[in-house]
């Protein structure tokens, strides 16, 4: 699992091992499903949200399996617990006129860090990689004569991404050494890489100045990478590996997306 996924896990199970110790319970083999099911309902009350409430007990899951695989527990206390439903929501990409604006109008070469910055945007919603993905980048894993990149996701599978030559431009032009990460937190030195806070903070402030989005988050180029490409033809398997998705149903989100545009353009028939 990746760093972020383990940090998340822990975290869950240090709030549910918290909620077992206010009940007066320190025996994991006298944890039952009543209790789970209790906590969810603390959660529900405490306002968090279906979707955050399934991660946490995905995590119960996975440990009470390897409690029973450590022959620690014999019953499953999460075979009577039931998940709460998510509500499902499109997924919103930021329009591709609104990024087409943001890289040809803004003048990136007259701000501070404007060229990495352009960089930056230009990987996230060119490659479709993840914010995890970006900040371990190292000039290592760019092949320039095959125009690819070699991206590391999750569970440590590689893939190749291939890069077009305005990227191809900007990556030759950014830096002339070439050595180490791409992205540092200190551009003027090499050291530590981008951390996540600060990459958030990069792409939402572009966003913000170019598109009028609910969300703007690094995440949202990913999904406006997938979406743009499957409206233009792309094929939908091509996505996937380019995402680096483990199955299909993963990447089948963005053509609900592309469906809703087909509606309202269909619309515009005169015989509806």
């Not at 600060?198 to 009028?212: A, E, G, Q, T």
């Not at 969300?215 to 939908?236: C, I």
Request: hydrophobic share 40%; with cysteine; charged share 25%.
């Amino acid at each position: 699992m990746s760093p972020h996924t383990c940090r998340a896990y822990e975290s869950d199970l240090s709030q549910f091992v918290i909620y077992l110790n206010s009940l007066g319970i320190q025996d994991v083999t006298l944890v039952k499903s009543l209790h789970i099911r209790s906590w969810v309902m603390d959660l529900m009350n405490a306002e968090v949200s279906a979707r955050s409430v399934n991660r946490k007990l995905s995590t119960l899951r996975a440990w009470f399996k390897f409690l029973r695989n450590q022959q620690v527990l014999v019953s499953d206390p999460m075979s009577k617990v039931v998940s709460p439903k998510t509500p499902k929501h499109l997924v919103k990409d930021i329009p591709a006129t609104d990024l087409k604006d943001m890289f040809e109008r803004f003048p990136w070469s007259e701000m501070p860090e404007g060229n990495r910055d352009k960089l930056l945007m230009l990987m996230l919603y060119t490659t479709g990689m993840r914010l995890s993905e970006l900040i371990q980048l190292k000039w290592s894993d760019v092949d320039f004569y095959r125009m690819s990149l070699r991206v590391l996701g999750k569970r440590n599978k590689v893939r190749e991404i291939p890069l077009h030559n305005e990227l191809v431009d900007e990556l030759k032009a950014f830096s002339e050494s070439k050595e180490g990460f791409i992205f540092y937190r200190d551009s003027t030195k090499m050291g530590e890489p981008m951390y996540p806070m600060m990459v958030y903070r990069i792409v939402n402030h572009y966003l913000k100045l170019f598109s009028h989005a609910s969300k703007t988050s690094p995440h949202v180029l990913r999904h406006s990478f997938a979406t743009h490409m499957l409206n233009n033809g792309a094929n939908l398997m091509a996505i996937k590996d380019l995402l680096g998705h483990a199955s299909l149903s993963a990447t089948q989100v963005y053509t609900k997306n592309s469906f809703e545009k087909l509606k309202k353009i269909h619309e515009l028939h005169p015989r509806r």
